[in-house]
């Protein structure tokens, strides 16, 4: 696909808010607020046939009337007027648009067919792209571009955002405001009649200052498009989805506000992970993963070693660990040498391993150092409670400097708050990223596994299968139907198989043979 067609909407020098009202808090008057007064270096033309200036501005009455072509409209109209809005643009030359208005799929048929009706007018303007509609916007801070309704201009950064959901778009912009956290580009795409998460991978994919794409989806349109863009930047830039809607109950709500199409989360999990992408199953947990992944040291396998200070975290971090499927790795014979010689007697003799609480910095680092040099080991968890003999700073330091000699992943839980700051800026400087529970460590690593297996699934090439039937699935559909009816709960083994032969996929087929002559033959026919 021409990603470069994506331009006008990501880097416009000429931006058009058509439909913009004199009402500063109404959405228009966000939007024209925000790209005015956010830095934006380009030009903004306000367009409204109903006033003369807003907010100071002159107001133009049509796109036609504009003294030169944007390279970018947002359509801020009512939803009956987006149609005749998006044809003005089309007939202006303008390639990019953003429709932010609501009231389409997600408010049923009506809303269903105007969208059909946008969707084939943008078919005859060659080159036009459209984000929305239902759409809060986009953001690119390092071109202190706010085209959104959104509050915040968040700082520039390397994780791109995309998302299904304007509501969710704003509560992740208040926690990375606060979290300092930066973005390359900030994207949603509400109902994707146009461009969608396929298009966009495939942009971002190419940009040099995304390093990592996070994706919030409630449905995917297009799965081809969205598979082959996954798959074809997963191995160079991390891809982290967070799929809501996993139960029928969850996936009509986010029908009823995006018209997202409800479908099997189990479809969604082995598509992500054929395209070896991370997926999280805490919102809250998308940035931690982004700076764990982000790292680029992934474990071979499951199995955790964790050292701590308290044994209740440990037990902890253990419970957590077995609930994700993960092993807790069983130390070697040598390694459990190395740490009786370096240990206080009473140390707990297993893993987790509990140096005790009077431990100081050094002892904590030679057990994570021992632990880290166990072959049966994929990754160590360094877990500190604050204690009296406890120096937090000087343990984040010495557990740094084992950070770059070591392939293995390391994580950390300095649990505490206001005394724990300072010690996890040392941590997260050295690249080692830092959480504040042992469970929400424990999940990013979990997700950092599967990660790392589904990676490997992208050098796997699978066997060529038909994506399209030229069967009659209705006249199947309906002769299936007629099955089902019966009084029998079950189809028989011959029926079963028959569908199954029907749809290209072979199943094996008892054959009646009377004599030894006769199964000769028929296993001759079978091969």
């Known amino acids: 696909m021409n990603i470069h067609k994506l331009n006008p909407i990501f880097n416009p020098q000429r931006i058009a808010v058509i439909g913009v009202t004199t009402n500063p808090n109404s959405v228009s008057g966000k939007v024209l607020i925000n790209l005015v007064s956010g830095g934006f270096r380009g030009v903004v033309y306000p367009v409204n046939p109903d006033h003369e200036a807003v907010m100071g501005i002159p107001c133009y009455p049509d796109v036609k009337s504009l003294p030169k072509v944007p390279d970018l409209g947002i359509i801020c109209t009512p939803a009956e007027k987006v149609t ?30 105007a969208e059909e009706e946008i969707r084939s007018l943008i078919k005859k303007y060659d080159g036009m792209r459209v984000i929305g509609p239902n759409c809060l916007g986009i953001i690119v801070p390092s071109l202190k571009l706010n085209a959104s309704f959104a509050s915040d201009m968040p700082k520039p950064g390397n994780i791109a955002f995309i998302s299904q959901s304007g509501a969710l778009c704003t509560s992740v912009l208040d926690w990375a405001m606060e979290g300092k956290i930066g973005f390359s580009q900030f994207v949603s795409i509400g109902n994707s009649i146009d461009v969608e998460f396929g298009d966009l991978i495939d942009y971002f994919g190419e940009d040099e200052n995304t390093k990592c794409i996070i994706l919030y989806i409630e449905s995917i349109q297009n799965p081809r498009k969205f598979m082959t863009a996954a798959r074809a930047f997963a191995r160079t830039k991390p891809i982290i989805v967070y799929k809501a809607g996993r139960f029928p109950e969850s996936a009509q709500v986010a029908a009823s506000h995006t018209g997202a199409m409800a479908s099997e989360d189990a479809v969604y999990d082995a598509a992500f992970e054929r395209a070896g992408l991370a997926r999280v199953y805490e919102i809250g947990d998308i940035f931690s993963v982004a700076e764990l992944i982000g790292r680029n040291k992934f474990p071979q396998g499951p199995r955790l070693g964790i050292i701590t200070n308290a044994g209740g975290p440990g037990v902890m971090a253990t419970d957590a660990l077995i609930a994700s499927k993960g092993i807790l790795a069983e130390l070697s014979p040598e390694t459990m040498a190395q740490l009786n010689e370096n240990l206080p007697a009473f140390w707990s003799h297993g893993n987790p391993v509990d140096v005790l609480g009077d431990a100081r910095a050094k002892r904590i680092a030679k057990a994570t150092q021992i632990v880290l040099g166990d072959k049966g080991v994929d990754a160590v968890l360094v877990i500190l409670t604050p204690q009296a003999m406890t120096n937090p700073d000087a343990t984040a330091r010495e557990i740094s400097l084992l950070a770059k000699d070591t392939s293995k992943p390391i994580l950390a839980a300095w649990l505490g708050g206001q005394s ?6 040392i941590l997260v400087d050295a690249g080692i990223p830092s959480y504040r529970t042992p469970e929400q460590a424990i999940r990013a690593f979990m997700t950092l596994v599967a990660y790392s297996r589904n990676l490997k699934t992208l050098y796997e090439t699978p066997r060529d299968i038909p994506v399209e039937f030229t069967v009659d699935r209705i006249h199947l559909r309906e002769e299936f139907r007629k099955m089902i009816r ?18 290209g996929i072979p199943t094996t087929r008892p054959v009646f043979a009377a004599t030894e002559d006769e199964a000769v033959v028929a296993a001759g026919k079978t091969g």
Do not use: N, R, W
Request: charge should be negative; aromatic fraction near 4%; charged fraction near 30%.
């Open 84 to 113: 005749s809005a998006v044809q003005e643009c089309g007939e202006a030359g303008i390639h990019g648009l953003i429709i932010i208005s609501a009231g389409f799929k997600e408010i049923g048929e009506e809303g269903a067919k």
């Open 420 to 425: 724990m700051h300072t010690a996890d800026d």
């Open 486 to 503: 019966g009084k029998e709960p079950l189809l028989s083994e011959e029926q079963s198989k028959a569908i199954l032969e029907t749809y």
